[in-house]
């Protein structure tokens, strides 16, 4: 056997494994973001819909109004409806989450412009708002332009029956992830 054989690996050898690991990165990095992105969207919808679902349920276990109000820019809030002022407690947070644990680059859109669904003693949407008299909301869209290959939207049952996460992208109903 030549000396050669236990020298290990020349410097040519080196450069060229550390050029193609260098090359595969870059090519990994555009997928890992789109994959980051739609990971945030996702979380930011699971969010708002698991929000959406305790404020109903909260609503019936309590047995008044409780009013879900999402900040776009910052998370959402479920606190009791001021359906009847007297009531003690109206206005009291009791679950709320921030887009900055997960999803802090989301761009969330409710449809109308308005923030809040009031949710009624029964778990159904009140309409109009109780506080305000605004319309509620019918589905808030979220994504992260240009990054996010999936932008997602969560139904509130005002159009239909339930919360529902579903993808814009697909035709309803022949697709069940498709939105109405």
Not at 42 to 64: H, M, Q, V, W
Not at 138 to 158: C, M, N, S, T, Y
Request: proline share 7%; with cysteine; glycine share 10%.
């Amino acid at each position: 056997m030549s000396v050669r054989g236990h020298r290990g690996v020349t410097l040519i050898e080196l450069l060229i494994s550390v050029a193609l690991g260098f090359i595969l990165i870059m090519l990994a990095v555009p997928a890992y973001n789109t994959w980051t992105a739609d990971a945030e969207v996702s979380s930011a919808a699971s969010s708002i819909a698991d929000g959406l679902r305790r404020a109903g349920a909260e609503a019936i276990k309590r047995n008044t109004g409780v009013e879900f109000v999402v900040a776009p820019a910052v998370g959402w809030t479920a606190r009791l409806a001021a359906i009847l002022p007297a009531l003690p407690g109206t206005g009291t947070v009791f679950a709320e989450a921030r887009f900055a644990e997960g999803a802090k680059r989301v761009a969330v859109t409710p449809d109308n412009g308005t923030t809040t669904v009031t949710f009624n003693a029964l778990g159904g949407i009140t309409q109009p708002n109780a506080t305000d008299g605004s319309d509620p909301i019918a589905f808030i869209d979220l994504d992260i332009p240009g990054v996010a290959k999936r932008p997602l939207r969560v139904l509130v049952g005002v159009t239909h029956n339930g919360i529902k996460i579903c993808d814009p992208k697909f035709a309803w109903p022949a697709d069940p992830k498709g939105c109405p």
